[in-house]
């Protein structure tokens, strides 16, 4: 079922509704327009389709009973502040491709971010809650999970311990000194684990860590951004208002 448009990245993107059986997701994944497909549960979706329509795929399979839930009665996304984008005008509406239109180009799902184009000491972290980062580049700006991140269980989708070491580097200004993760060798497997996955999805094959320095622990080369006044700039008006009305954050 076609519900309508919204835009991605100045992008048309088409929102559907599946039955959730393996014959309509399959159906789904062969999709060639950008897309969103609304799954009610996650019982056909094996280990390929997860791995092949992530968050960062063309076609991208998103299960609700893992993003909706009820707050003072009403129905509302529990994976803010991603909202969904405003929809486009009627205009913007293009069902197939056109006779001598530009064909849209895909996006493979393992794409680095940013086109692989930024270096670490480009990069700006905030921590926006306990499952959500916001990276900015330049103008540009992502909204990142540990899914996101390849930082997440394959069947549970909940954070592992290199997505919670990321979050301790944006909560103390870049700086990592702590026992938290274990021992020093836990430490270090765990830094470990978090360098390479941050490597591949950024593409940078630099260090995203400084060497360690003793009694200091290890600085991230990426800058971290914090403070209220910057993570209220970063809630677009959508997660404003639901987090207003949850009571996560003053009204303007």
Do not use: Y
Request: hydrophobic share 40%; proline share 7%; charged share 30%.
């Amino acid at each position: 079922m076609h519900l309508g448009w919204f835009e991605i990245d100045d992008e048309p993107c088409a929102l559907l509704l599946v039955a959730g059986d393996a014959h309509s997701l399959t159906a789904a994944a062969r999709r060639r327009e950008r897309a969103v497909v609304l799954v009610p549960t996650d019982g056909s979706m094996t280990p390929e389709l997860r791995r092949r329509h992530g968050s960062r795929a063309r076609v991208r399979f998103v299960v609700l009973h893992d993003c909706l839930g009820v707050h003072g009665g009403r129905v509302c996304r529990v994976d803010l502040p991603v909202p969904m984008p405003p929809p486009l005008p009627s205009r913007a509406h293009v069902s197939r491709a056109q006779p001598g239109a530009p064909r849209a180009r895909a996006t493979p799902s393992d794409a680095p971010l940013f086109d692989g184009r930024a270096t670490w000491e480009d990069l700006a972290f905030l921590k926006l809650d306990n499952q959500t980062l916001l990276v900015r580049f330049e103008r540009r700006s992502r909204r990142l999970n540990a899914q996101d991140l390849g930082l997440a269980g394959a069947v549970s989708r909940k954070p592992r311990a290199p997505f919670e070491m990321l979050l301790a580097f944006c909560e103390n200004d870049g700086w990592l000194k702590t026992r938290r993760f274990g021992s020093a060798r836990a430490t270090k497997t765990t830094l470990s684990r978090l360098r390479a996955k941050l490597r591949a999805a950024f593409g940078i094959d630099a260090d995203p860590f400084h060497e360690f320095k003793a009694g200091m622990g290890w600085r991230a080369r990426f800058h971290v951004a914090g403070g209220e006044e910057e993570r209220d700039r970063a809630l677009s008006p959508g997660a404003r208002a639901v987090l207003e009305r949850a009571g996560k954050v003053r009204p303007r």
